[in-house]
C-alpha cells in the first residue's frame, strides 16, 4: 500500500507521508474518515476490492487529516480513535493499493461538491468506480449527495454504488458507537464492533518523573490529552506481548492539569522513551480518584498491577 498526501494547496502537511499530485491508475474509490476502522470499514473495503478486481482498478482509501469536525465544529468531536498512523497502518492490513490524505483546513472546506468529484476524485484520483456510504455528504456546506454523484459519474464516465449500513446485533457499526462505549470503559463492547482490540501506537516522551520516584516507571505516550477513553486504570498489552498496567487522566493526587496515558511495565528496566509502542487496552479495572497520600497511591498502584497481570494472564 502507498500511503501519500495529494497535494492540493503549498501548505505543509502535518504528517510525513509522500505529497503527489496525482495517479496515473485508474481507481475504485471511497472516501471517509475512518476513524477507529471498525467492522463498518472492514465492509466497505470488501466490497471496494471486490468491485475493483471486477473492473481491473487499483482500489484507492481517500480520507482526511485532521478530521473534517476539527476545523468546522470542534466542539461535537471531543476525541479520535486512531491517528493518521494508526490509520494507515489498520488500512494496510486491508491490502488496498493507494490511501490517499488530503488536508482538511478551512480552504479546502469550501471547495464545491462538483469541483471535488471532478477535479480531485476524478482528474488527480483516476477515479472510475465510487463506493459511496449510506450517509456520505460531500463538499462544501456539505451540499453533495449520492444523486449529484451520480450526475456527474455518468458525464465523466464513473460508476457510483451506494453502500447500506452494516449492522452487528441490531446496531449500526459507526465510529460515534465506538467512541461512546470506550468513553464508558465498555471494552469488550467496544471490541465487538471494532472487530479487534482497540489500540493505539503513539511515540514516548520524558513525563515528570514522579512515577520512578513512587517506584513505578512509567513510559509517558505523546498526544494523549483527547482519547477516546473512560479516565482511569487499565489492564494493557504492550507491543503484543509485555502485559501492563495503565493510568489516563488528569493525575488527581498530584493536581495534574491535562489528560495524559501512563503505562507501567512490571519488571520493564529499559528507555522507552523516543520509541512508538502500542498500547492495547484489555480492560478497565477502575476509576480514577485523588488518594488522601502517597502511601495509599503506592498501596493502590500494587494493587492495580496485580489485577493487570491477572487479566493478561486469563487471556493469554
Not at 87 to 112: N, T
Not at 273 to 286: A, D
Not at 306 to 313: E, K
Request: charged share 35%; aromatic share 10%; with cysteine.
Amino acid at each position: 500500500m502507498r500511503s501519500f498526501f495529494l497535494k492540493l494547496s503549498s501548505k505543509k502537511c502535518p504528517i510525513k507521508f509522500d505529497s503527489l499530485e496525482k495517479v496515473e491508475d485508474r481507481t475504485a474509490i471511497v472516501v471517509g474518515n475512518f476513524d477507529g476502522f471498525h467492522l463498518g470499514h472492514r465492509h466497505l473495503i470488501r466490497i471496494l476490492k471486490k468491485r475493483a478486481k471486477e473492473r481491473n482498478l487499483r482500489t484507492t482509501v481517500v480520507t482526511f487529516c485532521p478530521h473534517p469536525l476539527k476545523v468546522l465544529a470542534p466542539r461535537l468531536l471531543l476525541c479520535e480513535l486512531s491517528s493518521a498512523d494508526e490509520k494507515a497502518e489498520l488500512l494496510e492490513r486491508e491490502g488496498v493499493d493507494y490511501l490517499c490524505f488530503i488536508r482538511f483546513d478551512k480552504e479546502f472546506s469550501k471547495m464545491g461538491a462538483k469541483e471535488f468529484l471532478e477535479e480531485v476524485l476524478y482528474r488527480r484520483l483516476g477515479c472510475r468506480f465510487l463506493l459511496v456510504g449510506y450517509d456520505w455528504r460531500f463538499g462544501h456546506r456539505r451540499e453533495g449527495e449520492i444523486e449529484l454523484a451520480r450526475e456527474v459519474g455518468e458525464r465523466l464516465g464513473f460508476e457510483v454504488e451506494l453502500v447500506s449500513p452494516f449492522k452487528r446485533n441490531g446496531h449500526i457499526v459507526s465510529s460515534t458507537l465506538v467512541r461512546r462505549l470506550l468513553s464508558e470503559g465498555r471494552l469488550e463492547e467496544a471490541e465487538e464492533f471494532l472487530g479487534r482490540r482497540y489500540w493505539i501506537r503513539r511515540k514516548v516522551v520524558r513525563g515528570e518523573g514522579r512515577g520512578s520516584k513512587l517506584g513505578f516507571p512509567t513510559a509517558n505516550l505523546k498526544d494523549t490529552e483527547n482519547l477516546c477513553l473512560r479516565t482511569g486504570v487499565y489492564a494493557v498489552l504492550v507491543n503484543d506481548e509485555l502485559p501492563a498496567v495503565a493510568n489516563y487522566g488528569l493525575r488527581p493526587t498530584f493536581d495534574g492539569k491535562r489528560k495524559v496515558l501512563e503505562v507501567h511495565i512490571p519488571g520493564f528496566s529499559g528507555d522507552l522513551r523516543g520509541r512508538s509502542i502500542k498500547v492495547e487496552f484489555l480492560k478497565f479495572l477502575r476509576e480514577e480518584r485523588k488518594f488522601p497520600s502517597v502511601e495509599e497511591l503506592k498501596e493502590q498502584i500494587e494493587r492495580d498491577i496485580h489485577s493487570a497481570l491477572a487479566v493478561s494472564s486469563s487471556l493469554s
